[in-house]
C-alpha cells in the first residue's frame, strides 16, 4: 500500500533564514483499515555566527530553539488511522519558529530536514516498539509536538518509502547583497505546480536542488 501527500502550503523564502511553512497532508491508501503514518526525521544545521564566525553544535541549536535536555534532531514520529480518519488531520508542517532564540543574532547557515514515511497495518503502537511517548517525555522527541514518537529505531516491517526533503540556506554576514540577504529554499522532489499529489513512485531524492526561490519583502 503505497503513501502519498498533497502539499497544502510551500515553504517560502524570507530573510535572515526564516521561511514560511512547508504543510503537508497524508493521502492514506485507499485500502487501508487502520494502522499508522510513520515518519522518521533528521533535521541537520550547519550554522555560524557572523560575529564571532564560531560554529553551533547540534546541542546549542537544541537549546536556542527552547529544548531542554540531549538534542533529539532525528526520530520516528505516528499518526494513528483509523475509520477513515488520520490522527491531528494527517497534517505535517516543517519550520523552525522565529520567535526563538535562534535568530536572535546574525549568521550564515543550511538546514536540512529529511523524511521518510510509510504506511503499516495494526491496532497498536507498541507492536513496533514500546518506546513511543508524546510530547518529548522518556524517548520521544519534543520536535514532534502531541505526537507519539521515539528516539530509538522501531522495529518496522520492510516498505516503500515517500521520501521528501526541504533545504533551508542564508547568510546574514553579506551585507553587499542588494537582495537584503533573502533565505534560498530547495525541495525534493520539487512541489507540483497545481500542490497535487506526491507518491513513492515520484519520491527519489534527487541529487542536486530540484528549485530555489527567494520573496523579497
Known amino acids: 500500500m503505497n503513501l502519498e501527500y498533497t502539499t497544502l502550503s510551500n515553504p517560502i523564502g524570507l530573510m535572515h533564514g526564516k521561511f514560511e511553512p512547508w504543510v503537508i497532508e497524508w493521502v492514506v ?3 487501508a483499515i487502520r ?8 533535521t541537520r544545521f550547519t550554522v555560524q555566527r557572523c ?28 499518526w494513528r488511522f483509523q475509520q ?11 519550520c523552525i519558529c522565529e520567535t526563538t532564540d535562534f535568530y536572535a543574532f546574525d549568521s550564515v547557515g543550511k538546514i536540512e530536514m529529511i523524511g521518510s514515511a510509510a504506511f503499516y497495518d495494526g ?13 518529548g517525555a ?15 529505531p522501531p522495529n518496522l516491517p520492510d516498505r516503500p518509502k515517500c521520501e521528501r526533503r526541504l533545504i533551508i540556506e542564508w547568510d546574514s554576514c553579506d551585507y553587499s547583497s542588494t537582495c ?11 512541489w507540483p505546480i497545481n500542490f497535487g499529489r506526491r507518491s513513492i513512485q515520484n519520491s527519489t531524492l534527487q541529487k542536486s536542488l530540484a528549485v530555489k526561490s527567494s520573496v523579497h519583502s
Open 180 to 190: 537584503d540577504n533573502p533565505t534560498m529554499i530547495a525541495v525534493i522532489p520539487q
Open 35 to 42: 494502522g499508522f503514518v510513520i515518519q522518521h526525521i533528521s
Open 123 to 135: 491496532d497498536d503502537l507498541r507492536a513496533f516498539g514500546e518506546q513511543w511517548r508524546s510530547k
Open 29 to 31: 491508501p485507499h485500502e
Open 84 to 94: 477513515g480518519v488520520c490522527e491531528r488531520g494527517g497534517t505535517d508542517k516543517w
Open 138 to 152: 522518556n524517548s520521544g522527541s519534543p520536535a514532534s509536538g502531541e505526537l507519539m514518537s521515539t528516539i530509538k
Open 51 to 78: 560575529r564571532t564566525k564560531d560554529t553551533l553544535s547540534p546541542q546549542e541549536i537544541w537549546k536556542l530553539l527552547g529544548h531542554n535536555g540531549e538534542e533529539r534532531f532525528e526520530f520516528w514520529e505516528a
